[in-house]
């Protein structure tokens, strides 16, 4: 496990940064890192790695780090003991709950809050102790179209399918770039080298997309389609199924509903009608249905460029039809459920189950939340609009909406008006520059790690235990801070912490059919190890306390650095389905009614010039600019922009661009690049590092441009609430100077 020479030992464990889940060998020296290299012997990711995993290390070491909590008067911040600032968060939530309830209060969790070992078992429980009734998070400018989808479709929001991408025939990625993003909803240790794989034995690989990504380049086709047509393509996919007789759900015809609606809903759009729409060409796009009803086994995977784009859960919603008509799904080497080892979801998630589609209406603009969330955009509008059930406070945790979500330039405004904000988080950056009150999260080395959502979306079962690579005396652990924190919101602040944590636990216990006394009696620590303690014994795998003696417990992953991986995932048939039927609702009236919305996008006359968004390796959406080595060298936040488009704007290679949209505008260098469709533009998202009083050093020496200026607030996919990125019309100019 730990291997010491001298002061040094090395600490085998697992970045959390994505779902590439990769294992590495950490080499400390006193209390530095001096090395990290990729883990050969790590069971799921045998020795892949990206530049991210290598530097954590100087992430960890940062000076700009949060170690201590931090307070703000004025401009000032002042670092304060752990008392004083848990003290100072029962003044702060005093100005408005005594007065207004917790309907003035707000959450906000982004992505981060999801990867720390405490964070992803305590965020539900921290906002349940909050007893905060107003949920803001990145989901709605992620996948939530893919979970109104899978909640329509399978009666379960988490469910989603997840290509067979090593056992499948035929590849299709349609707006998705594993090559920089290293997969998403969509674990695999390395898609680039299964994707050689497949073109080895014989298979194909088909991108369809804007920009011929670097994963595009390593595939056998590339469909340059225009942003925002996919639902209209892959209509037109389904229109040739039928036509040409290749429509067979095989085994899931006796769990099927809707396959006549959707058959006449596919009739009306045959790839002639949708071609100019889609900017492919109708025989492109039936030679793709051809090949996709044809083949043997294809995993067919839509990921962001689908759900942030205007037609989010239309497109979805057809990624899952395309795979149930041509009996892909569930199945071997077409789409598959995973089968987690330690599934957390029902014992921690902050979602519940059984909730309604449409869970309310906003307050101000009458916006339907949609699986208990409302769209972004409804946060400032809610902070900055008098009247009774107006926000007063927030807390986010683990987000930087400043930089990720659109409407930033109200969003700054409306937080400068709370009457209290609390942040969870690493840095002072562009969002929490606003807050009273900052809680430092502690770095991914000082504390262990499983990680959740990476397993949850990979078709091997499996798990890994990353012990802490240097131990804070000096400080609460996380959970313990999300629990202190939560009875403060909630109120509650005398509470005791640990018989709140047991009283947690025990109620995990009785959902998975555990004997309290037995668990309690079996579980030594408490906190998050003695949850994943409980999600591997009550798991698939596990040995439910001793009842099934050959199975696996936490202790085994403790024992065994190089984790494990126990099964390749197999179909699940209709245990999944949660349906009020048991059925899969293929054609649900939600889907069918927003078809007129695409019918009528069809016919308005395109924007000459749209924007698109892009990944790069070296980021985290905006976090990891402060790092060094990941942003030395040139000017990464650029505008990619094909030689005709160039041409006609006046502009040449390194020249500075104005991009303007409905919202805003922003400036940058221009790359000029073939490889991307005519008509279109592309920018990263996550730069922006200019703020006044953030701070961040080295990423505010290289600050780039936040795209998001450009992404308007009141644009959205209307059936899921989830933000637009991707399709925004643009214009573009040479800057002056
Ligand atoms: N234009 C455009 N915008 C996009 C996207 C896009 O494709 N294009 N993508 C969208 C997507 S998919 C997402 S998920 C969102 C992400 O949106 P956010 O979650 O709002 O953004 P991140 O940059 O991931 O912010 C992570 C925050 O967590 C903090 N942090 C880092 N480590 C920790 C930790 O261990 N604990 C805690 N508590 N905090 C930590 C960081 O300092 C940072 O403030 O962005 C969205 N925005
Ligand atoms: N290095 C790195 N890795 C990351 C992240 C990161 O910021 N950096 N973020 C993580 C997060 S939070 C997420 S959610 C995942 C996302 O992972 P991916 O889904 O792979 O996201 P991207 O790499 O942004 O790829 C989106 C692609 O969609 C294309 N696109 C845009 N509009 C359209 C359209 O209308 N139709 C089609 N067909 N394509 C379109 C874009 O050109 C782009 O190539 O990545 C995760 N991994
Ligand atoms: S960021 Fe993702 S791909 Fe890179 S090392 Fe970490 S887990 Fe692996
Ligand atoms: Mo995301």
């Given at each position: ?8 030992r ?35 990711s ?44 029962e ?15 707000a ?24 007893k ?28 989603i ?7 499948t ?13 290293k ?9 680039l ?23 595009a ?14 639902a ?44 100019a ?17 044809r083949?043997k ?7 962001i ?6 037609f ?16 892909n799904?569930?199945?071997?080497g ?24 449409v ?50 330039e109200?969003l ?16 002072i ?17 000082e ?32 959970w ?33 059919g ?16 003695r ?34 991986v ?6 699940l ?73 160039a ?33 279109v ?23 780039g441009?936040?795209s ?11 059936a ?10 643009v ?7």
């Amino acid at each position: 496990m730990e291997g010491a020479a001298g002061s040094e030992r090395v600490v085998k464990r697992v970045c959390p940064f994505c779902e590439g889940m990769c294992g590495i060998a950490v080499t400390v020296v006193d209390d530095t890192v001096v090395n990290i290299r990729p883990d050969t012997e790590n069971a799921w990711s045998q020795g892949h790695v990206c530049p991210k995993g290598i530097m954590l290390g100087e992430v960890h070491h940062d000076p700009d780090r949060l170690l201590s909590p931090m307070i703000r008067t004025g401009d000032h911040w002042a670092s304060v003991t752990w008392d004083e600032a848990f003290a100072h968060a029962e003044r702060l939530v005093a100005r408005v709950l005594p007065k207004h309830g917790h309907g003035a209060i707000a959450g906000y969790i982004g992505n981060m809050s999801a990867k720390g070992f405490g964070s992803a078992r305590y965020a539900g429980r921290f906002f349940a102790l909050g007893k905060i009734p107003n949920i803001y998070s990145s989901s709605l400018t992620d996948q939530h179209p893919k979970n109104v989808v899978c909640h329509l479709m399978y009666g379960a929001m988490w469910r989603i399918p997840i290509p067979d991408l090593d056992r499948t025939d035929l590849f299709v990625v349609m707006g998705a770039n594993p090559a920089a993003s290293k997969g998403s909803i969509f674990s695999h240790r390395d898609v680039l080298g299964a994707m050689r794989d497949l073109r080895a034995r014989g298979g194909r690989v088909v991108v369809v997309d804007p920009v011929q990504t670097a994963t595009a380049q390593k595939a056998d086709q590339w469909i340059a389609i225009r942003p925002g047509t996919d639902a209209a393509f892959l209509l037109a996919v389904a229109n040739v199924l039928f036509a040409e007789n290749l429509v067979a759900p095989a085994h899931l015809t006796p769990i099927l509903n809707g396959l006549e609606e959707v058959r006449e809903l596919a009739g009306r759009f045959p790839p002639e009608k949708v071609e100019a729409f889609c900017g492919v060409s109708a025989g492109e796009i039936r030679g793709l249905a051809l090949e996709i009803g044809r083949a043997k086994r294809a995993a067919v995977y839509g990921r962001i460029g689908l759900c942030t784009q205007s037609f989010g859960t239309l497109s979805s919603w057809l990624i899952e039809v395309i795979a149930i008509l041509t009996g892909n799904l569930d199945r071997i080497g077409g789409s598959l459920w995973s089968t987690q080892l330690a599934d957390h979801q029902d014992l921690t998630a902050p979602y519940s189950t059984d909730i309604p589609l449409v869970t309310g209406k906003s307050r101000v603009s009458g916006t339907t939340a949609f699986l208990g969330q409302l769209p972004i955009a409804c946060l400032a509008e809610e902070i900055d609009t008098p009247g009774e059930g107006q926000l007063r406070g927030l807390v986010t945790f683990g987000a930087n909406p400043m930089l990720s979500s659109p409407g930033a330039e109200r969003l700054g405004d409306a937080f400068g008006g709370l009457d209290f904000m609390i942040s969870i988080d690493n840095y002072i950056n562009e969002t929490t520059r606003f807050a009273d009150l900052i809680f430092p999260a502690p770095s991914v080395l000082e504390q262990p790690h499983w990680d959740v959502y990476g397993w949850a979306f990979a078709l091997k079962s499996g798990g890994h235990y990353s012990p802490t690579v240097f131990e804070r005396k000096d400080r609460p652990e996380e959970w313990q801070v999300l629990t202190r924190l939560g009875t403060i919101l909630g109120g509650e602040p005398h509470l005791d912490l640990d018989e709140l944590d047991d009283e947690y636990f025990a109620a995990m216990c009785d959902v998975r059919g555990i004997d309290r006394a037995v668990a309690f009696a079996a579980s030594p620590h408490s906190g998050p190890e003695r949850i994943l303690d409980l999600a591997i014994r009550s798991g698939p795998f596990g040995d439910r306390y001793g009842e099934r003696p050959e199975g696996l417990t936490l202790q085994n992953f403790k024992d065994d650095p190089r984790g494990k991986v126990v099964a390749d995932a197999t179909p699940l048939g209709s245990s999944v389905l949660n349906t009020a039927t048991g059925k899969i609702e293929m054609a649900h009236p939600h889907f069918l009614a927003d078809v007129d919305r695409l019918e009528a996008a069809m016919t308005e006359t395109p924007s000459p010039m749209v924007l698109v968004s892009r990944r790069q390796l070296g980021s985290l959406n905006s976090w990891l600019h402060n790092v060094d080595s990941l942003v030395r060298g040139k000017n990464r936040c650029t505008l990619y922009i094909h030689p005709a488009d160039a041409v006609s704007a006046g502009l040449k290679e390194g020249d500075f661009a104005v991009i303007e949209s409905a919202s805003g505008a922003v400036t940058v260098p221009v790359e000029v690049q073939t490889q991307i469709r005519p008509g279109v533009v592309s920018l990263p998202h996550g730069w922006g590092h200019d703020a006044p009083g953030a701070r961040l050093r080295v990423a505010g020496s290289r600050p780039g441009a936040n795209s998001n200026l450009l992404s308007p607030r009141d644009l959205r996919d209307p059936a899921s609430g989830n933000a637009v990125f991707n399709g925004i019309p643009v214009r573009v100019s040479k800057a002056d100077g």
